[in-house]
């Protein structure tokens, strides 16, 4: 998944989190068409819009509107997709660069490579998740997909925005990946990790086929567990699942069918690897 410079993320998080403050939203879950009632924008989640899109800001002889699909798969989905266009209604320069017709299309956030999507879902992640209310609960909870369960039961977004955040949050070594067919879409890895000799340069990127033997793989051979939601789990070594890593770590791995949305998510977890300074 492309990604925006740490300024920029920065930038938009801060915003996010000052729209909150205006409107006095300090308690999970924060409510995206509650803040589009406080700024007099009119809102509606049951629109017919183009295929492959999920929401839309129009400006109509002066006035906002946000469109949200009704084909959007989930309510996590949708109040991500509102919170995503709180987010070009708030985020300097994204009404001049993008309502010049006077409508602007978003598609899903997994399909954002332009700079002012990815800005606006940043926007929307820290929006829906804002850091001061979600860090406690990372801190709190038993690490992997226990904690992204209760992420997305406390925010109430879908488990992959959950999942993105919580990679964002760990304080331990964390990845999550999101596949579908059995190929990749994108890894993010927390930041412990990131660090850790042969991560960086080895992560799994968008099109790269799962590790047979993975519980991911097993998952994504049967369509039919992918829709019904089914989870499997497994142990492997770190090196499994980025193969610039030397043996001696293991990651636990848990994953998951995300039924209609088709895909599996994936979320890798330890509570230590090796002190690699050992080894020199
Ligand atoms: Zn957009």
């Known amino acids: 998944m492309p990604k925006l410079r740490g300024s920029d993320a920065t930038r938009c998080r801060r915003t ?39 929401g839309a800001l129009v400006r109509e002889n002066g006035e906002f509107v946000i469109l949200v699909s009704a084909s959007c798969p989930t309510a996590g989905n949708r109040r991500f997709s509102a919170s995503h266009e709180l987010g070009h209604y708030h985020l300097d320069g994204h009404l001049a660069a993008l309502l010049s017709s006077g409508t602007h299309y978003s598609g899903p ?57 919580y990679a964002e949050l760990a304080p331990d070594p964390v990845a999550i990946i999101v596949s579908h067919e059995g190929a990749v879409e994108f890894c993010s890895v927390s930041p412990s990790l990131w660090n850790y000799p042969g991560v960086a340069r080895s992560k799994p990127q968008r099109g790269d086929d799962l590790v047979r033997g993975t519980a991911a793989y097993r998952l994504s051979r049967s369509p039919e567990q992918v829709s019904q939601v089914a989870e499997d789990s497994d142990e492997a070594g770190l090196e499994v699942w980025f193969p610039g890593c030397d043996p001696g770590g293991e990651l636990v791995e848990e994953s998951k069918g995300l039924g209609r949305y088709g895909r599996v998510l994936t979320v890798l977890s330890t509570v230590d690897l090796p002190d690699f300074e050992d080894w020199f």
């Open 109 to 165: 956030p997994h399909t954002a490579t332009n700079p002012l999507e990815l800005e606006a879902n940043v926007f929307a992640s820290e929006l829906l998740m804002p850091e001061p209310l979600v860090r406690p609960i990372v801190d709190g909870t038993d690490i992997g997909l226990t904690s992204v369960r209760i992420i997305a039961e406390r925010c109430e977004t879908s488990l992959t925005s959950a999942a993105i955040r």
């Open 16 to 54: 996010a989190r000052a729209v909150l403050q205006e409107c006095g939203l300090v308690v999970l879950p924060v409510d995206p068409e509650d803040i589009c009632r406080k700024k007099g924008i009119h809102y509606s989640d049951e629109t017919d819009l183009p295929a492959g899109y999920w």
